[in-house]
């Protein structure tokens, strides 16, 4: 399984080309390699299938070596050689687990205790310490999380890493399109959600763009909302959307992080509410590795 290429290195031209400038320059298709790992790669012109184009590409006849950026496998052995806790798992040669256990209860202490400082002020500065540490056991699990969301961001078809890693909590297996949601996915995210019971509640991934960030009426408190997603129509014929919504504190996570027009992902336990004919997400962020800025405006 292999990352599809964007640029190879030419022996011709001594520099890196894309498959386009291949396909405006033939002669550039001989002398091809993996820009990483120097294997022989060959160029696919751009070509004709049924009514539609298939874009020039690269292409190889041997895998990557192991470390490579494009070899899919390698590249998730790495992060599960390097994640804490073996929260991301080798149980074989090609297949990983990852145990989205362990972000969940973290998740849900830290949660626990941001309530109890609210009700009990007699025990805000022991909670305050227990909270520093479970942000500290959540640091390496998100950090492992964000690899992962990184090098889905890069594969052109995220099939691939939905065949090798696969997402457990309390050993039930989750499907992928369970897990992570993109905008046009954003109403089937919040069914998903209003269905879980308590128990079965469980974090998720949501990709989207910032729509803007404004402060809320508690010190500190602000929430970042993204564009609307797609939309359905409920039992009277009303239009229903799909819009997602951060809320954070500034002592955790700084606003400023936040542009407009920033595409992210957020790992994050969420809430649903129905309101006005918007089908609310709530996003609860506790921690900088939370995010994943795929794209700055």
């Known amino acids: 399984m292999a990352i599809s290429m964007e640029k190879a290195f030419s022996k011709i031209v001594n520099r890196e080309v ?6 405006r320059d033939l002669k550039l298709k001989k002398g091809l390699e993996c820009n990483y790992c120097g294997i022989p790669v060959y160029h696919r012109t751009e070509h004709p299938r049924k009514e539609a184009r298939v874009s020039a590409l690269f292409y190889r ?3 990557h070596d192991y470390s490579c950026k494009y070899n899919t496998v390698g590249q998730v052995s790495i992060i599960a050689r390097q994640s804490s806790d073996k929260i991301l798992q080798n149980i074989n040669q090609k297949k990983f687990t990852f145990r989205l256990t362990m972000i969940y209860e973290q998740l849900n202490m830290v949660k626990a205790g941001e309530y109890s400082k609210k009700d009990n002020a007699s025990i805000i500065n022991r909670q305050k310490n227990r909270s520093y540490q479970d942000r500290g056991k959540l640091t390496p699990y998100l950090a492992t999380m964000k690899k992962i969301i990184e090098l889905r961001n890069i594969l052109e078809k995220n099939t691939e890493l939905h065949s090798i890693i696969k997402i457990e909590m309390y050993n039930k297996k989750i499907a992928w399109n369970n897990f992570y949601y993109e905008s046009n996915y954003y109403t089937k995210a919040f069914d998903y959600l209003k269905k879980l019971e308590w128990k079965e509640n469980h974090p998720i991934c949501i990709e989207g763009i910032v729509r803007g960030v404004k402060s809320l ?3 500190g408190r602000y929430a970042v909302g ?6 359905k129509t409920n039992n009277q014929d009303f239009t229903l959307i799909s819009s997602p919504s951060i809320f954070c504190n500034e002592q955790d996570v700084s606003s ?3 542009k407009e027009g920033q595409r992210i992902v957020v790992c994050a336990l969420c ?3 129905e309101k006005n004919n918007y089908l609310n997400i709530n996003i609860s962020l506790y921690h900088k590795n939370q995010i994943v800025i795929l794209e700055n405006s």
């Open 271 to 273: 809430t649903t509410r």
């Open 61 to 63: 006849k041997v895998e």
């Open 226 to 231: 993204l564009r609307f997603g797609d939309t």
């Open 18 to 23: 894309t498959a386009e400038e291949v396909d």
């Open 256 to 258: 400023e992080i936040f």
């Open 217 to 219: 009426d508690q010190e």
